[in-house]
């Protein structure tokens, strides 16, 4: 799973656990990695397992074949952290929030030197972050494609907290 | 295309060659119809009613003028177009001899005027329809509204005639009669001549007249017109508020109120059982009030984030996509109301993004009166769908711990949602049956308990709960609520340092949910009403029809549809001020009287306010030696307020000579004083008590059994023979033992 974070926000995970108001820490349940302090983690003991739907924030999953995702409730946490980010036109925000890759067409900016297939997160241009995903191609050939070619894959979208709402659990 | 017989359709006008030749359906249509009406004969009964109509056309007239009478001469034919649309509304009202009769007088002057520029010399402020047509037409012709009001009469007139020779006349006279009874002013009994005096008096309803019975089991059969409910619901009311000036001689209220109830349900399709509990909530002209209030949606209202954004950041944003939003009140700095809007408020990128959530206003106050601070701990019992948990977590900047519970997995996942959405990480989120809770985990320092309840408050969202709540669901709902808020005081810690605080909300406006269950939770354990903090609302009651509350339930708070435009809701505030929970106090006194006592002792205790003693089967006092420990044990030290009158007068009773009495006493006589009130106490308490007083019954001598079956059939207060009688039982007793 950190190699998955990593993918993302580099080696800024420590300061995922270490935060000056406290340690927080990644717990495994039911199959999901939950990120929570230490305070809420004893509380939450007390609590039966069977009942228990969720600590904190959910970051991800793991699959049937123990692969990692990261779901888009962890984007809060990615954001601030976030080496390589990509900022989306305001036309293509909504087919990105749809769940459909971005084209070259929609790519307002993105930072230097990304490499292929990095993990990205995704920005609007009013600097909301909408999700994330993988670069397709490196910055330099982004600017030398088509513009109907996919720059990034997309991965997770805040739009899906209304699409698949009940996924997040 | 067809030409609109609308008259408030606008004919074409200005400059434009048909403009000016083309005037309308209305003004062709008059041109022959009023041929068609020249040569018609008054029928015998037409010809009674003209007589009729000379004599009392005066006094209506008279009384229209002030209202909206013409001010002229002509105001004597001439009636004001409002009167089309009560003829419209009562298509019972098919004679349409007298209409045709009217309608000659009108027709006669409109034939001798020039049909082109028909003058009117008559003023028609008031109405409506001509007003539009004053400017519909040139210079010359200002003067054919009044006659175009009236020629669609005709129109219309021949319409209905032509359905009425289909169907049956002599049962629409009969309807006639009975709306013409209602709206009439009449001191006489009528006969269908009166007909003609309906229309001129339309617009008075001095004296409503209830229809008599057969009338209205009639009715019953015939489909009644929504318009004529709603006007006789309107008259209902108007004499209902001034009775003694307008009732009818010989009618009661109660047939008034019968009248009304039953329209009430027709007109807005309620279920009897709940219009009778509105009655019995709201005044009269407060109940139509809220009956309309809930026929519409309250406004949609959003509540800023302020762990994401501004709610002036929001608020730019959301008006660049096209929303018209205004803030919300003063009472609150994070609430906006939406007006309309071009997008989905529930789909825009500041909502994915966390920036605001779609809560209802009402749902602001519980959390508003909790005020959770940063780094306590927080219970919400009934989490779903997690508008409240986001606005606590976000009062306490994600500090602290937030437990979101909630029985229903299916809705937990929206909380999940909701919570990950917006950026909460201080919460834990649980499935549990709320009644399980001071089990589970206690020891919080404040506790939410949004109740689920019947929904009364909420009949605009979900016009379901019109026709299917009845007295199982509100006592249903409301046991569930009474184990809750036990459930939740349990929860909190009362020595904690910054808290010990409970809200009780419900979204319901039924006495029985409300002060009901926050007057149970005041006797049973050690809490009391504090100030919630919410400026506005009306107060909670603290008596309500037989039932009397503790006084500080006026601490509490109701909001109303149609008086602050949010959903119906009740916000009460506890603070817990020990964590014991009060047990039995009467162990020590009486002991020998009793097993039976117990029972009765116990109930009764439970029915004196200030007691905060559990229920139990252990209590063994009389009612005076209860009374009295409760006494001691009141800590709020307000006056003692009984339940029921029944109560106090037994208690006086209890108070005098008998006490020496009663605390000899075997059994028998007290029994037989505190069982029959114990027995509608318990009867209030849900039950539980009930069972606990037959089980507790140690000693099943069948004098007791008697007394028992005697006990259910008593009534509440025990009038001044029966108290002689049974003290000379009692003394007999005593002699005999």
Request: no cysteine.
């Given at each position: 799973m950190f190699e998955k974070l990593s993918k993302y926000i580099g080696e800024n995970i420590k300061l995922l656990i270490d935060r000056p108001d406290g340690t927080y820490c990644f717990r495994l349940h039911n199959d999901r990695v939950y990120y929570m302090s230490e305070k809420i983690l004893k509380l939450a003991t007390n609590i039966s397992r069977d009942k228990l739907v969720s600590v904190g924030t959910c970051f991800g999953k793991f699959t049937k074949t123990q692969k990692f995702r990261l779901h888009i409730t962890a984007l809060d946490f990615l954001a601030p952290y976030a080496k390589f980010k990509v900022w989306v036109k305001p036309g293509s925000e909504q087919s990105f929030l749809y769940g459909n890759h971005i084209m070259k067409s929609g790519l307002g900016r993105i930072t230097e030197n990304t490499s292929q297939y990095q993990g990205v997160v995704v920005y609007s241009m009013s600097d909301v972050p909408l999700g994330f995903g993988v670069a397709a191609k490196t910055t330099q050939e982004c600017r030398k494609v088509d513009p109907m070619a996919i720059v990034v894959f997309h991965q997770a979208d805040i739009g899906e907290y209304i699409r698949s709402e009940d996924t997040l659990t | 295309m067809g030409r609109k017989l609308d008259p408030s359709m606008r004919v074409k006008r200005g400059p434009g060659r048909k403009a000016r030749k083309q005037k309308g359906a209305e003004t062709e249509l008059s041109k022959f119809l009023v041929d068609d009406e020249g040569p018609k004969k008054l029928s015998s009964r037409g010809r009674k009613r003209a007589v009729k109509r000379t004599q009392v056309t005066k006094k209506p007239k008279q009384e229209e003028k002030p209202k909206k009478g013409f001010s002229d001469e002509n105001s004597e034919w001439l009636k004001p177009a409002q009167r089309k649309r009560k003829i419209e509304e009562c298509e019972e009202d098919e004679d349409s001899d007298s209409q045709w009769e009217e309608e000659e007088d009108d027709d006669d002057v409109v034939k001798d005027l020039d049909h082109k520029g028909i003058v009117k010399d008559i003023d028609d402020d008031d109405d409506d329809d001509d007003e539009e047509m004053v400017d519909d037409y040139g210079a010359d012709e200002g003067d054919e509204q009044d006659s175009d009001g009236e020629e669609l009469l005709p129109i219309e007139k021949a319409a209905r005639k032509q359905k009425k020779q289909t169907s049956m006349k002599p049962e629409s006279d009969d309807d006639d009669d009975d709306d013409d009874e209602e709206e009439e002013k009449k001191d006489l009994k009528e006969d269908e001549e009166e007909e003609d005096t309906v229309q001129a008096n339309?617009?008075?309803?001095?004296q409503f007249k209830l229809p008599a019975a057969a009338d209205r089991a009639k009715e019953g059969l015939l489909l009644m017109d929504l318009q004529t409910i709603h006007q006789r619901i309107k008259d209902n009311v108007d004499v209902l508020s001034h009775f003694s000036e307008k009732r009818e001689e010989g009618k009661e209220r109660s047939e008034y109120l019968s009248l009304l109830r039953s329209d009430l349900c027709t007109y807005y399709s309620y279920n009897p059982f709940l219009i009778s509990k509105l009655m019995d909530l709201f005044s009269l002209s407060e109940l139509i009030d809220f009956l309309e209030a809930n026929e519409i949606h309250r406004p949609v209202t959003i509540r800023t984030n302020t762990l994401k954004t501004r709610r002036r950041d929001l608020a730019q944003a959301l008006i660049n996509r096209g929303v018209n939003l205004d803030p919300l009140g003063k009472w609150s700095k994070t609430g906006l109301v939406i007006y309309d809007s071009s997008v989905p408020i529930g789909a825009t990128p500041e909502y994915l993004a966390g920036q605001y959530m779609l809560q209802g206003a009402s749902s602001f106050l519980p959390v508003m009166a909790l005020s959770p601070q940063e780094g306590e701990s927080v219970l919400d019992m009934s989490a779903a769908p997690g508008g409240k948990t986001t606005y606590m977590a976000q009062l306490m900047r994600n500090t602290g711990m937030i437990v979101a519970n909630d029985a229903n997995a299916e809705r937990l996942k929206s909380v999940v949602g909701n919570i990950h959405r917006l950026g909460v990480t201080n919460a834990v989120i649980c499935n549990y049956d709320g009644r399980q809770f001071p089990k589970v985990m206690g020891g919080f320092d404040r506790v939410l308990l949004d109740a689920p309840c019947s929904g009364t408050g909420v009949i605009s969202k979900d016009p379901a709960v019109k026709t299917n709540k009845d007295e199982a669901d509100i006592l249903r709902s409301a046991h569930l609520q009474k184990e809750l808020i036990l459930s939740a005081i349990d929860s909190v810690n009362a020595d904690s340092s910054t808290g010990g605080y409970l809200v009780y909300s419900t979204c319901s406006i039924m006495v029985e949910e409300n002060e009901w269950v926050v007057d149970y939770a005041l006797k049973k354990r050690n809490v009391k009403l504090v100030p919630a903090g919410l400026d506005f609302g009306k107060e909670g009651f603290t008596r309500f029809k037989e039932r009397r509350f503790h006084p500080s339930l006026k601490l509490s708070r109701r909001f109303y549809p149609h008086s602050h435009n949010m959903d119906g809701f009740f916000v009460a505030k506890l603070k817990k001020l020990s964590n014991t929970i009060p047990t039995?106090?009467?162990?020590?006194?009486n002991e020998e009287e009793s097993t039976k006592m117990e029972t009765a002792a116990s109930s009764e205790q439970i029915q004196k306010p200030e007691s905060k003693e559990q229920k139990p089967a252990s209590t063994k006092a009389k009612s005076n030696m209860g009374k009295k420990l409760k006494l001691k044990q009141n800590k709020s030290g307000t006056p003692i307020i009984t339940k029921k009158a029944g109560v106090k007068s037994e208690n006086k009773k209890s108070d005098g000579p008998k006490k020496a009495k009663i605390a000899k006493l075997d059994g028998k006589t007290s029994k037989k004083v505190e069982k029959p009130v114990k027995k509608q106490k318990v009867k209030e308490l849900n039950g539980d008590s009930t069972k606990e007083v037959v089980k507790e019954k140690k000693k099943g001598s069948q004098f007791e059994k008697k007394n028992i079956m005697k006990k259910k059939n008593l009534k509440k207060r025990m009038g001044k023979n029966k108290f002689k009688k049974l003290k000379n039982i009692l003394g007999q007793d005593e002699s005999g033992q």
């Open positions: - | 339309i617009d008075e309803t001095e039995a106090v009467k162990e020590t006194e």
